[in-house]
């Protein structure tokens, strides 16, 4: 069937406006200059006095300068030119050493990849042969544990969706589904095969509040997921299933989750939060936690915190409140969309990566290399949109993991623009609106933007697909769409 494209506005700009609508915070004017960015990337690289006549054209009712503009920019990290001045809390993050690692993780790495420690980079994930572009890295590799994806929640709970992967059964026949005991017995539950059922351990002591396990409070675990489902909690959501799982069975495998977990490098939500360029209208830091979207999280971090406890009271003494976001920060810090995968966790960045990964159905993962790769170098992924400019990579690098990126690319790519500020400065070139497609340097990766085919059979890479919160009337905010996103339907 023949296919249109439609680009439809998203609402993630409307709420700019101060209580007197003339005295702007700082987290509205970072919101709004970092919002622009994104719309007009050459922006990045103009005058401050053009700068500052686009915001003021955007807002004629702020009280702002030139110069107030200029110095609330450069204190926030958002237009500093010196890199040594920019403020990063990658020192801040702690890295458990090496024999915290699995010793069954290690094994099923094989004699294809290892991991070491690295000079700059912590630890590492190198390999132990040649590969060529194409082949597979690793296989079919699941989650340490496997989340229920929180924004099908209702699905799920209605028996459209799977009760564990979240797979929809919509292809399900019901018939097939009470034949093969599919279907729970006291509520509209259901899974898409036995596997899925045998795994969800967790489903009738929380949602039922069945057993004789008093560690968790099934009836508390129902006020936390409404919490964590209504402000799009998705790391608190995250932790409460990890610690049911935990807590609720004796299987070594259980117990294994929280060992791997805990071996995962961390710094404390609260440092990640402070380094963050902006509420996230325009923002970066962990753009699909929607409880980062507010200018102070921590009333909800607290919230949250204490319906945990009221759901675990046996970890009160463990699991302290500053516990609390250290485990938020941790997963947020290794988390590939969603999920937590232990191997994974320790390939370090690049915004030139060798290798990609595809996500299945059953949110299992796979890596291929994306090109040649020698015994020996190390396995880079991306933890951003390649496709981004340099300083938007860099800023989203710098706020959700802690670090600058200095990888080949935006070595040269930062040089380009600081010769460009120099012509500026010079009167060499006039105005500066933004760089010519000419002048701009076209990543390896792609030698130019892909097209709707590409997109659509290689989208995943990206994690392009964001969907509504169903029944929350809040749509998750996405750290790739910014004010438009275009969608495809048949015709």
């Not at 955007?58 to 001045?85: C, I, M, S, Y």
């Not at 060798?354 to 299945?360: G, I, Y």
């Not at 994306?370 to 880079?380: H, V």
Request: glycine fraction near 6%; hydrophobic fraction near 35%; charged fraction near 30%.
């Amino acid at each position: 069937m023949p296919m249109r494209i439609k680009v439809l506005s998203l609402n993630d700009s409307e709420d700019l406006q101060s209580q007197d609508g003339s005295r702007p915070t700082t987290q509205m004017v970072c919101d709004d200059v970092v919002l622009l960015w994104k719309e007009e990337p050459g922006l990045e690289y103009c005058h401050m006095g053009e700068l500052f006549e686009r915001v003021s054209q955007r807002h004629p009712e702020w009280e702002l300068t030139k110069e107030g503009l200029e110095e609330l920019l450069a204190d926030q990290n958002l237009r500093v030119f010196n890199e040594e001045d920019i403020d990063v809390y990658g020192e801040e993050i702690e890295t458990p050493s090496l024999d915290s690692i699995r010793l069954d993780d290690k094994n099923a790495l094989g004699n294809q990849l290892e991991i070491k420690d690295t000079p700059h980079m912590g630890r590492g994930l190198f390999s132990l042969k040649d590969f060529n572009a194409g082949d597979l890295l690793i296989k079919d590799l699941e989650p340490i544990c496997l989340i229920p994806p929180m924004e099908k929640l209702t699905l799920m709970q209605n028996g459209k969706a799977c009760s564990l992967c979240g797979q929809s059964i919509a292809n399900i026949n019901s018939h097939f589904i009470v034949i093969n005991g599919l279907d729970c017995n006291d509520c509209q539950a259901v899974w898409c095969s036995k596997k899925c059922k045998l795994k969800d351990i967790i489903h009738a002591p929380l949602t039922h509040n069945k057993g004789k396990n008093k560690l968790v409070n099934g009836g508390n675990w129902r006020k936390f997921e409404k919490f964590c489902s209504d402000n799009v909690f998705v790391a608190a959501y995250s932790l409460g299933i990890m610690f049911s799982k935990y807590l609720l069975t004796k299987s070594k495998e259980a117990q294994t989750i929280k060992k791997k977990f805990d071996s995962l490098a961390f710094v404390s939500q609260r440092t990640r939060a402070q380094y963050s360029d902006s509420s996230n209208i325009g923002g970066t830091l962990d753009a699909s936690d929607g409880v980062n979207t507010t200018a102070d999280p921590e009333p909800k971090w607290k919230e949250g915190y204490q319906l945990f406890i009221d759901t675990f009271p046996s970890l009160k003494e463990e699991v302290d409140y500053e516990r609390f976001l250290e485990y938020i920060g941790r997963f947020n810090l290794n988390a590939i969309a969603e999920q937590l995968y232990y191997i994974p966790s320790f390939i370090n960045h690049n915004c030139e990566p060798n290798v990609r990964f595809e996500k299945d159905s059953r949110l299992h993962i796979n890596f291929y290399a994306r090109k040649d790769i020698k015994k020996g170098e190390q396995i880079f992924m991306t933890y951003c949109n390649p496709l981004h400019e340099v300083n938007l990579r860099r800023r989203e690098l710098r706020v959700n993991y802690g670090f600058l990126c200095f990888c080949d690319r935006c070595r040269k790519e930062v040089k380009t623009i600081k010769r460009t500020n120099k012509a500026v400065a010079e009167n060499k070139l006039h105005v500066v609106e933004r760089l010519p497609d000419s002048h701009r340097r076209k990543s390896s990766l792609r030698s130019k933007r892909p097209d709707l085919e590409e997109l659509m059979r290689n989208g995943k890479e990206f994690e392009l697909e964001i969907p509504d919160v169903i029944g929350s009337g809040k749509r998750r905010t996405s750290v790739r769409f910014d004010t438009t996103v275009s969608l495809a339907f048949e015709e």
